[in-house]
């Protein structure tokens, strides 16, 4: 993130909270413990959205262009 915005933290940069979305699930996904076996249906489903979503969501421009086109959130 600094790179993309040259250590530039007071500028408005759109793609910086696509960066911050990225880490976030990168997080959910490595990090967190669920409390739900991992072997039921629902769990493995959402899992693979959560997967999905961070594969893709570096290829958008800002937050709001994932809302707009991302599956995820139609």
């Known amino acids: 993130m600094r790179e993309e ?3 530039g933290w007071s500028r408005y940069a759109p793609h910086s909270n696509v960066l911050w979305l990225h880490y976030l699930c ?3 996904l490595s990090e967190v413990q669920y409390v739900r076996k991992p072997t039921s249906a629902t769990y493995q489903k959402e899992l ?5 979503f961070r ?3 570096r290829q958008f421009n800002s937050a709001t262009d ?3 086109r991302n599956k995820l959130f139609h």
């Open 5 to 7: 915005n040259r250590n």
């Open 66 to 68: 994932i809302l707009q």
């Open 55 to 57: 594969r893709e969501v």
């Open 48 to 52: 693979r959205k959560l997967r999905d």
């Open 26 to 28: 990168d997080k959910l």
